[in-house]
């Protein structure tokens, strides 16, 4: 299993970005997909997941209207766009794959993609 997330960056407040994360080495259309993301000195917390078919999205509250997880099995690839950045999201973000769905803990996910950083500063 690889996952090569991307697509992080540094941008100012209130800006957007769009994070990618493709697959390889597994069937993505039979897994569940989420992000999460870690700040310095904090724990991975949980941001979104999507089910295999896409039919069925979960965001934290945190991010709840700012943020939007899609997928495209087509291109093995699941996308985080992030609208409305503050300085809280700043982290590095890492995409992550599992059978099941969905669960909020990092724990709960079998494999991790290596991560990528956003950084929102003026």
């Known amino acids: 299993v690889q996952l090569q997330a991307s697509g992080g960056g540094l941008v100012q407040p209130g800006g957007s970005l769009r994070l990618s994360c493709v697959a390889s080495?597994?069937?993505?259309?039979?897994?569940?997909m989420g992000w999460f993301r870690q700040a310095p000195g904090k724990e991975r917390e949980f941001v979104a997941a999507i089910r295999q078919k896409g039919d069925n999205k979960y965001h934290a509250g945190s991010v709840r209207g700012r943020f939007a997880i899609s997928r495209n099995n087509a291109k093995n690839t699941v996308y985080l766009q992030m609208n409305s950045l503050n300085a809280e999201d700043t982290a590095v973000y890492y995409c992550a794959a599992d059978p099941r769905c969905c669960g909020s803990r990092w724990s709960d996910w079998e494999s991790w993609g290596q991560g990528t950083q956003v950084t929102v500063s003026s």
């Open positions: 080495g597994f069937t993505f259309s039979l897994y569940a």
